[in-house]
Structures are given as C-alpha cells and as structure tokens.
C-alpha cells in the first residue's frame, strides 16, 4: 500500500525516525479537505513511546475539523533543524513522514496526559502547566494519530 523510498540509501531506520518524532516538537499535519484539496498546516505533537501513537491538541471547531468529518487519513511531516558542513551551503536534515488514522480522544484522563506531555515539551513550570489544564483544558480538543506506515531519510540539499 505504501511506496518504497525511490533513494533507499537515504532512509533512516526506525529508530532514527522515532527518535526526530519525540525530540522535534512541531511538524506538518495534513488532512484531505471537503473540498477535496489537502490541507496541512503547522502543530505541536507529542510521540508516546508506550503505544507509538502520535498526539494533537488544537480547537474543537473550524476546518480541521471539518476535514476530520470527511476523512480519518493524515499524513504528518517532522524534520529536524539539519546543520551546514564547514565551507558547504547546503542544508544537511533529516524528515520523517507517517501515514495513518487520526481520531478524536474523548477519555478526559487520556486528554490530561497528552495536554501535560504537550506542556512539558517547552516547560517544566508545573505552575504554568496546571493553570492552562484548569482554564484551557476543558475547551480543548485532543487528537490520536496511529501510525500506519513511518519513514524517514537524510536530505542534502547539494
């Protein structure tokens, strides 16, 4: 169902993949939208390494939503910053796309955890986090995405 990567020696291996899915704290979500046309756009995601299921946090209304009503299928992008050799131009990062099925999280506790795990991704300020999970956390909307295929490859940009 999912094509091989056409510059194999370019692939990163699982591990690697896994690892740019739990350091990089944004990525690239797309959707197909009602209309048809693929909608991505920017989020923040947490990576659980227990279940290997990625998560989202984001309103509860708009044109997300609207596409999740169409179609359970997302694709989501992550790279790593990358880095120049001495004396080369060229971008050296790594990117992985995952393939899978995305849905909404309805267990309140489940919705804490991924809302704190978010957090947690840019402060250790358990005050700060607190605060946002009693005034944000009951008009948020929590998202799975279960992976269905995950790959990854270094790109030079030379």
């Known amino acids: ?14 591990e690697k993949c896994i ?14 939208s ?11 995601h947490w990576y659980d390494e227990k ?5 989202f946090h984001g309103a509860k209304e708009g044109h997300k939503m609207d596409c999740l009503k169409q179609c359970d299928k997302a694709s989501f992008c992550v790279m790593n910053k990358g880095f120049k050799k001495d004396g080369e131009w060229a971008i050296h990062y790594q990117s992985v796309i995952v393939f899978g099925k995305i849905h909404m999280v309805n267990d309140p506790d489940k919705v804490k955890e991924i809302c704190t795990q978010l957090c947690l991704k840019f402060t ?3 005050e700060y986090i607190n605060h946002e999970l009693k005034y944000s956390g009951p008009s948020v909307l929590c998202l799975e995405f279960i ?8 790109v030079e940009e030379s």
């Open 51 to 55: 279940n290997g299921h990625i998560y």
């Open 124 to 126: 250790d300020d358990q």
């Open 147 to 154: 992976p269905e295929h995950i790959s990854g490859k270094i």
């Open 34 to 44: 009602d209309t048809g046309y693929p909608y991505g756009f920017p989020i923040t």
């Open 1 to 14: 169902m999912f094509k091989k990567m056409r510059r194999f020696k370019q692939q990163l291996t699982q």
């Open 19 to 32: 690892e740019i899915l739990i350091n990089e704290p944004h990525g690239v979500l797309s959707l197909i």
